[in-house]
């Protein structure tokens, strides 16, 4: 029922941007958990940030805090992942989730059931 599409990875060196957009299909949109998450090779899946729905809690992943910011445009059904001063270890492939009509916590993948195919971000030295 709701499809989700990344774009804007791509390869920067350290201390560069990238902003990355997560297109929705859904007719709900502001009342959807939304959130990023991250895979490197031969690692787990982590959070990133996530919002619980439109104009409720954000959190954010303590190794990003400063630097990266997530918003949303009901108005365009879009999740975006502002990320600046990036590094190394930063690299990975980034996944946009969601949940309908939730309300509950929002740091684990295993609570939410649509995703995106994911974009690589790669940051160089």
């Known amino acids: 029922q709701v499809q989700l599409v990344e774009s804007g990875g791509g390869l920067v060196q350290a201390g560069g941007s990238l902003r990355l957009s997560c297109v929705a299909s859904s007719r709900t949109f502001s009342r959807h958990a939304m959130a990023w998450f991250r895979q490197a090779p031969g690692k787990e899946r982590e959070i990133v940030a996530a919002?619980?729905?439109?104009?409720?809690?954000?959190y954010y992943a303590d190794f990003v805090k400063g630097r990266f910011t997530i918003s949303r445009d009901n108005a365009k059904t879009t999740l975006y992942l502002q990320m600046n001063r990036l590094k190394p270890e930063d690299t990975a492939v980034y996944s946009c989730?969601?949940?309908?009509?939730?309300?509950?916590?929002?740091?684990?993948?295993?609570?939410?059931?649509?995703w995106g195919q994911g974009t690589q971000v790669t940051v160089s030295s």
């Open positions: 919002m619980r729905e439109s104009g409720g809690s954000i």
């Open positions: 989730a969601a949940r309908l009509h939730y309300y509950g916590d929002l740091d684990r993948p295993e609570l939410y059931n649509y």
